[in-house]
Structure formats: structure tokens, C-alpha cells
């Protein structure tokens, strides 16, 4: 799961803006509460990179499969990201 909270202009967050990730086992992406693919989670780096903002991200369990990429294409990404432990840190 991947979540992100900003300010929307047109649709689409601006710069400041920090999406909420959620990564859950087996292999499920949210953001922003809503369920993404891996392609997806991409584009939202790419997107979030050029915006300047960031992301929050919680990981269910051990980076394996599908997470284990979507973990990967977050720490290879320009992105400011912090880690959360625990999912309520998300909101």
C-alpha cells in the first residue's frame, strides 16, 4: 500500500507534499491508501523526485519477492524517505 498527503493543485500534489507507503506481505503496495503496482510505486518516485517531496514508508515483514523490489525501487529512487516502524507512524 502507498499513501501520500499534500496540497493538490489541479489533481496532482505539489512540491512539499509527503505520500505514506505501506508495503505489506505477500505482496501488496498502498500509497496513499490506495493499492499500487510496483510500476506504479516507480512512477510515484519519479514524480515525488522532481516535486521535491518525500515519503514515508512502513514494511510488513522481510523484504522478500515483491516487496523486496518495491524496497529496492524506494532506496535506489532521488527520494527523501524516512522508514517508519510501525504503521501507525504513517498518518
Do not use: Y
Not at 519477492?65 to 498518518?91: P, Y
Amino acid at each position: 500500500m502507498i499513501s501520500a498527503a499534500g496540497c493538490k493543485r489541479d489533481g496532482k500534489q505539489t512540491a512539499g507534499e509527503t505520500d505514506r507507503v505501506k508495503i505489506t506481505i505477500p505482496s501488496g503496495i498502498l500509497i496513499n491508501g490506495k493499492p499500487a503496482t510496483v510500476e506504479d510505486l516507480a512512477a510515484e518516485c519519479r514524480r515525488l523526485e522532481q516535486a521535491h517531496g518525500t515519503m514515508r514508508v512502513f514494511r510488513e515483514g522481510p523484504p522478500v519477492g515483491l516487496t523486496a523490489r518495491a524496497v529496492a525501487l524506494i532506496k535506489a529512487s532521488g527520494v527523501d524517505v524516512k522508514w517508519v516502524k510501525t504503521e501507525a507512524e504513517l498518518k
